[in-house]
Structure formats: C-alpha cells, structure tokens
C-alpha cells in the first residue's frame, strides 16, 4: 500500500540556520510527489513538487528538495531559516490510478523557528 | 487567477441546523476536492468530483452531502452533524493531468455546538 512517513514531529531551529525535513514514501510506480506548508488556521500552499525529470526541484520561499529514487527519499531543505518559516510542513504523494485520484499525506512535521 | 475561495471563513452551527459551505474556483480544473482537517493532523479526503462527478467518498457519513454543480463550484451541505466534526473544511482543485497538484483555498473553520 502507498504510503508517506515524515519520520520528525517536530523540529526547532534557530533563526539563520538551515533545515532539512525528511520525507519517505511507498510506492510501487514513478511517484508525483510534493510539499505543502501551512500557517495556522489557514489553507495549504504548495512549495515545490517533483513529477519526472532534474530531480533537485526548487520551490518558492527559497525551498528546495532532492528526489532520490534508491532512498525513496523527497526531503526538503533551506539554507537559512526565517522566523516566518515557522508553519506545519506536509509530504504528500499523488495517486492516479484510473477513478482513483488522491494524495496520500505524511502526518506532518511542525517547525518552530527560536529568534 | 491561481485561487480556490471557500465561504464562509467560518462557521457556527447547531447540532439541528442545516448549512452548507461553497467552494469556487476559475483555474479550469476538472478535479475538485472535500477535505476535512483537525489541528496538527494532515487533512482527511472526503469527497473527489472528477469531470462534475463523484468519483471517491471515502465513507462519508451521510450528514455531510457534496454536490458539484457546475465545473467551478462546489458545495459541501451539512445537516444534523456531531460536535466532533467541528474542523477545518479544506476545499481543493487540481487538472486531470499534472500529477494531482492541488490548489487549496483557505478553508472553512466550522464548530458545532
């Protein structure tokens, strides 16, 4: 069965320093495969998704995230960190199988940024 | 016009009450989504329109009844619902191809009470 693992809850880390968030995935074909982020108490934004091809993919906010296919990793990652970055970071993985059309969810791994 | 507008941002509602949230999006989407979400937890499905049809409902109790009336709209109508389904209520598009990159408007914050 297709599934997401975001193996950190939860991660603290200080204004300026770089992050990476880790993502791992089930399945058995090419994956589609994305980051979401949300702020409390509003919608989900993309920042980046991988289909096919250059498999370091860059994303908005100065995100980026490396697809690698013998890991079945899609971690993401920034350099230096902003206060504003603190939100709930989603891994998710697309399904389309014929009617079968949804994304498959990590649970999550919250960010708190310290000034 | 990259937006999914969902109304109302929220929403308070008896345990007899009748109401319904809307969705509308202007992207071309043929794909349409119902999602609910609790606090820290990664949203839920509840319901796919695929070209105005529902295609998925992932065992949705029955007090909560989708409709798609057109290929911009979406409706998600609520009556004689729990004070545990008090959520974030995410609606969402994406195109047939491209993957499944779905598009999120900002949700509907309902409580029952």
């Known amino acids: 069965a297709q599934s997401v693992t975001q193996p950190d809850i939860h991660i603290t880390v200080s204004e300026g320093a770089s992050l990476e968030l880790r993502c791992n995935y089930s399945?058995?074909?090419?994956?589609?495969l994305f980051w979401y982020v949300q702020s409390p108490g509003q919608g989900l934004q993309l920042l980046l998704k991988?289909?096919?091809?250059d498999t370091l993919v860059q994303g908005i906010k100065g995100f980026e995230a490396e697809f690698k296919r013998s890991q079945s990793s899609f971690n993401l990652r920034k350099p230096s960190v902003h206060w504003s970055d603190a939100a709930e970071y989603f891994c998710?993985?697309?399904?389309?199988?014929?009617?079968?059309?949804?994304?498959?969810w990590g649970l999550g791994t919250s960010l708190a940024v310290n000034p | 016009d990259t937006e999914v507008t969902q109304t109302p941002k929220h929403l308070v509602m008896g345990m007899t009450n009748k109401k319904s949230l809307k969705c509308e999006q202007h992207?071309?989407?043929?794909?349409m989504y119902w999602y609910k979400q609790k606090a820290k937890k990664p949203p839920e499905l509840m319901f796919v329109?695929?070209?105005?049809?529902?295609?998925i409902n992932e065992s949705v109790p029955s007090r909560f009844s989708p409709e798609c009336p057109n290929s911009s709209l979406l409706n998600l109508h609520l009556h004689a619902l729990q004070p545990e389904d008090s959520a974030l209520y995410l609606c969402?598009?994406?195109?047939?191809?491209?993957?499944?990159?779905?598009?999120f408007g900002q949700g509907t914050r309902l409580t029952v009470v």
């Open positions: 969402a598009s994406s195109p047939m191809d491209r993957g499944l990159q779905a598009f």
């Open positions: 992207m071309g989407h043929r794909a």
């Open positions: 329109y695929s070209y105005e049809k529902l295609s």
């Open positions: 399945y058995g074909a090419t994956p589609y």
């Open positions: 991988y289909f096919s091809g």
């Open positions: 998710a993985v697309g399904l389309n199988a014929g009617n079968n059309r949804k994304l498959i």
